[in-house]
């Protein structure tokens, strides 16, 4: 079975060379994994993206729509894959090389050894999950705070929303990827959202994560806040009381929230 693995970067010049090089080697049963990076970058991460793609058949670079964001680049790729495959495995993993190929061929595993398992989500939180490196206490406790909204006002029932590597039967993607149209921070609270109204079951694997301090794009200070908003913005955008108005306006006030 095919397994497309896609990478969203954006100016990922210092880390998409390393990453690259760990996931161009993954495979899962005998075949080589298929690695497409989508990239909204202006920083010469797509040179280094090209000369992988000269050397390794099993790499691709896409560019992404300026202004797209994560969500809107997963999306791209998750499109790119469906039309290319038929029944195959679907996954993302960020740029940099947190979540090794190694630790994301267990999600592979996971969802392959079972017939009911639609999606498997990293976690460091969860049972086996672990943290390599120095994490802050103020984002420590920041990114459990949030974990304990998202599961307060959504019913999600996961320790770890937000780890950068997910994958899914392509079946299932098929069926709620044109719902998921939030492209900023809230993405994956909104694919994870979607799979759970529809009564698709997804589960949680523990890995172990290696903590990156350095250049990341991700800022404590100002994205604690700007995530707490983004996602109480997603709770009211899927409100009943919200159907009142008319859907595209409601649609363009979230994303100004989501990416503010």
């Not at 920083?43 to 993206?49: P, R």
């Not at 809107?72 to 740029?95: L, Q, T």
């Not at 994301?104 to 049972?127: H, W």
């Amino acid at each position: 079975m095919d397994v497309y693995i896609v990478i969203p970067a954006r100016n990922e010049k210092d880390r998409i060379g390393r990453t690259l090089d760990d996931y161009s080697r993954l495979e899962f049963h005998s075949r080589k994994a298929r690695v497409v990076v989508v990239s909204e970058s202006d920083d010469g991460t797509d040179d280094i993206v090209r000369k992988f793609e000269k050397r390794n058949g099993n790499i691709t670079l896409l560019k992404a729509t300026s202004g797209s964001g994560k969500g809107g680049a997963i999306i791209k790729g998750f499109r790119y894959a469906m039309a290319r495959s038929g029944r195959c495995i679907i996954g993302f993993a960020d740029a940099d090389d947190a979540v090794t190929a190694r630790e994301f061929s267990r999600l592979l595993e996971r969802l392959n050894s079972s017939k009911i398992v639609d999606g498997v989500i990293a976690s460091r939180y969860s049972d086996g999950g672990s943290i390599e490196g120095r994490i802050g206490v103020g984002r420590k406790a920041a990114s459990r705070a949030y974990n304990l909204l998202v599961r307060s006002l959504f019913r999600i029932g996961f320790s770890d929303t937000q780890c950068g590597a997910k994958v899914f039967k392509s079946e299932t993607l098929r069926k709620v990827i044109g719902l998921v149209d939030i492209n900023g921070m809230s993405f994956d609270i909104n694919l994870l959202y979607e799979l759970k109204i529809k009564g698709y079951t997804v589960v949680e694997q523990g890995v172990r994560y290696r903590q990156k301090n350095d250049g990341t794009n991700i800022r404590i200070l100002r994205n604690s806040p700007q995530m707490l908003v983004a996602a109480l913005g997603f709770r009211a955008y899927k409100s009943r009381f919200v159907r009142l108005f008319p859907k595209a306006v409601v649609r363009h006030i979230y994303k100004r929230i989501d990416r503010w």
